[in-house]
């Protein structure tokens, strides 16, 4: 199984841009789907948006679209959301996720590897 690590969390002012970063080690990345999923405090887990293994292609949260982009590069093991406009309410600790189980999924509980989390505040 891999190993997942995010980075590239901090502390912006709203309309500003963050891409955050997920690197896997430990395993062959390119046949695990990978997802963004964010928590801030009190709140439930939330999908952020999926990329797949096989052919990649992306799709989002429908109030994300638009402003987030998901990417990866399997050569250098690592996946990227890139973030623009963000608001206030995107404040959270981000996580990304892998599974081999699907091709691509929505459902956190699908995913089977976590990352540690990155902490994103967006100021008003």
């Known amino acids: 199984q891999v190993q997942l690590a995010e980075s590239g969390g901090g502390s912006v002012q709203a309309g500003a841009s963050l891409t955050l970063s997920c690197v896997a080690s430990?395993?062959?990345?390119?046949?695990?789907?990978v997802a963004w999923f964010r928590q801030a405090p009190g709140q439930e887990r939330e999908f952020v948006g999926a990329?797949?293994?096989?052919?990649?292609?992306?799709y989002y949260a429908d109030n994300e679209k638009g402003r987030f982009t998901i990417s990866r590069d399997n050569a250098k093991d690592t996946v990227h959301l890139q973030m623009n406009s963000l608001k206030p309410e995107d404040t959270a600790v981000y996580y990304c996720?892998?599974?081999?189980?699907?091709?691509?999924?929505?459902?956190?509980?699908?995913?089977?590897?976590w990352g540690q989390g990155t902490q994103v505040t967006v100021s008003s």
């Open positions: 996720a892998a599974t081999r189980r699907y091709s691509i999924s929505r459902y956190d509980f699908h995913y089977d590897q």
């Open positions: 990329i797949s293994w096989n052919d990649p292609t992306a």
């Open positions: 430990g395993g062959t990345f390119d046949d695990y789907a």
